[in-house]
């Protein structure tokens, strides 16, 4: 059974930087790229970045380049998001999606990252 | 970077209503869009893709037409368990990937 397992929730100060992980099993880690998407409260879905995790080759939205790195570690098939600067507008739910084999649409998501940046 | 339309951006139905959810994109995307259902607390889930080809496991009251710059997502007899919200997202040029904003499906 393919499962994306999300890092627990995190609640940030302002001007921190936060990593948060996507735990992928149930099948081949490095033949499907893993994207993150963001969802502020309230709000609709953005799409950030993507990462092959067999190259480790990576893609940002425009919105989100220089704020944001993704990587995978293939050893422990776990992909990672990194928040550089957090701030009080940038609370937000964070998903690990896995694209459809060569594909640029989703077929499974992690259960969610829950960020709140807060003093 | 593309730019996805959806209307109505509320809808007020019964169940076992028929209902018809628009997605406008500004550019084709010849047959490359998905579609999404999220409920509340709960993170998005595929519905369907390449316009037109229900995921695993979709019930077959979920169906998509369409091609090149209009979607359209129907649900043939609208269940209880499909209050939700759909959101359609295109993969033709990209990066970035886009999504639409969103439609929301409630009781009426």
């Known amino acids: 059974e393919v499962q994306l397992v999300q890092s627990g929730a995190e609640v940030k100060q302002p001007g921190e930087a936060v990593t948060m992980s996507c735990k992928a099993s149930?099948?081949?880690?490095?033949?499907?790229?893993i994207g993150w998407v963001r969802q502020m409260p309230g709000k609709g879905l953005e799409w950030m970045g993507i990462?092959?995790?067999?190259?480790?080759?990576?893609r940002y939205s425009p919105t989100f380049q220089g704020r944001v790195s993704i990587s995978a570690d293939k050893s422990s098939t776990t992909a990672y998001l990194q928040w550089n600067t957090l701030w009080a507008p940038d609370t937000a739910m964070f998903y690990c999606?896995?694209?459809?084999?060569?594909?640029?649409?989703?077929?499974?998501w992690g259960q969610g990252t829950l960020v709140t940046v807060s003093s | 970077e593309i730019v996805l339309t959806q209307s109505p951006a509320t809808l007020s139905v019964s169940p076992g209503e028929r209902v018809s959810l628009s997605c406008r994109a500004s550019?084709?995307?010849?047959?490359?869009l998905a579609w999404y259902q999220q409920k509340p607390g709960q993170a998005p889930r595929l519905l369907i893709y390449d316009a037109s080809t229900r995921a695993t496991g979709i019930p077959a009251r979920f169906s998509g037409s369409g091609s090149g710059t209009e979607f359209t997502l129907t649900i043939s007899s609208l269940q209880s368990e499909d209050f939700a919200v759909y959101y359609c997202?295109?993969?033709?040029?990209?990066?970035?990937?886009?999504f639409g904003g969103g439609a929301k499906v409630e009781i009426k």
């Open positions: 149930g099948y081949t880690f490095t033949n499907y790229w």
């Open positions: 990462i092959n995790p067999g190259d480790s080759d990576t």
């Open positions: 997202q295109q993969y033709n040029n990209w990066p970035p990937l886009t």
């Open positions: 999606v896995r694209h459809r084999h060569g594909s640029g649409s989703f077929d499974y």
């Open positions: 550019q084709s995307v010849s047959s490359n």
